[in-house]
Nanobody, 123 residues
């Protein structure tokens, strides 16, 4: 079992930055592919970014490419999402997740989920 807790969300103006963290406990995240997803009211949760177990492979949804950076520190058992140049359309609840698959962007491959952290970007 892996427990995941997101932090770092909040209110930011358009063009600003936030860094989300996802602290894991129970097992080391080095055994898992990790990902970030987000969900806006009335919409399905969508894939945002994924990183392989060792951190050498990353993938982003097109809207995040060039603005967001996913990273991990397996020694600290923590996943990160650096978000720059934020836009109002980035407003959502952001979730981190762990997958027994080495690297995946498919939601059903993810076994463990955090509770989410709210990010609100004002115009």
């Amino acid at each position: 079992q892996v427990q995941l807790v997101e932090s770092g969300g909040g209110l930011v103006q358009a063009g600003g930055s936030l860094r989300l963290s996802c602290a894991a406990s129970g097992r080391t995240i080095s055994a898992y592919g990790m990902g970030w997803f987000r969900q806006t009211p009335g919409n399905e949760r969508e894939f945002l970014a994924a990183i392989s177990r060792g951190g050498g492979i990353t993938e982003y949804v097109d809207s995040a490419e060039g603005r967001f950076t996913i990273s991990r520190d397996n020694a600290k058992n923590t996943l990160y999402l650096q978000m720059n140049s934020l836009k109002p359309e980035d407003t959502a609840v952001y979730y981190c997740a762990a997958s027994s698959v080495v690297f995946t962007r498919i939601q059903r491959d993810y076994n463990y989920w955090g509770q989410g952290t709210q990010v609100t970007v004002s115009s």
